[in-house]
């Protein structure tokens, strides 16, 4: 079993920057490939970035490419995700999910590869 527990979302203006935190217990999580995903109220849950485990390969969505950044520290079992010009529709629920398979560029993307997911932190930008 692999624990994911997010931390860091908050209340922001527009043009600000948070940082998101995932911090992962249990087996061989630093091995997993890991994504962000986001959910807006009434919407369907989206893919935001995913990153290898060694951190060598990153993917974004086009809608946070170029203001968004995914890191990981697996001596510390943690994800980040650091989130900067930041717009009010980047409110939403953010989600942190493993997935025990090698990376694959499409398969980051798809949220039913995941088999561990996080409770959520919530990220609001005010404009």
């Known amino acids: 079993q692999v624990q994911l527990v997010e931390s860091g979302g908050g209340l922001v203006q527009a043009g600000g920057s948070l940082r998101l935190s995932c911090a992962a217990s249990?087996?061989?999580?630093?091995?997993?490939?890991m994504g962000w995903f986001r959910q807006a109220p009434g919407k369907e849950r989206e893919f935001v970035s995913g990153?290898?485990?060694?951190?060598?390969?990153?993917y974004y969505a086009d809608s946070v490419k170029g203001r968004f950044t995914i890191s990981r520290d697996n001596a510390k079992n943690t994800v980040y995700l650091q989130m900067n010009s930041l717009k009010p529709e980047d409110t939403a629920v953010y989600y942190c999910?493993?997935?025990?398979?090698?990376?694959?560029?499409?398969?980051?993307?798809?949220?039913?590869?995941?088999?561990?997911w996080g409770q959520g932190t919530q990220v609001t930008v005010s404009s």
């Open positions: 999910a493993a997935d025990p398979r090698p990376w694959s560029r499409v398969g980051v993307t798809m949220r039913g590869r995941y088999d561990y």
């Open positions: 249990g087996r061989a999580c630093s091995s997993y490939t």
């Open positions: 990153i290898s485990w060694s951190g060598g390969s990153t």
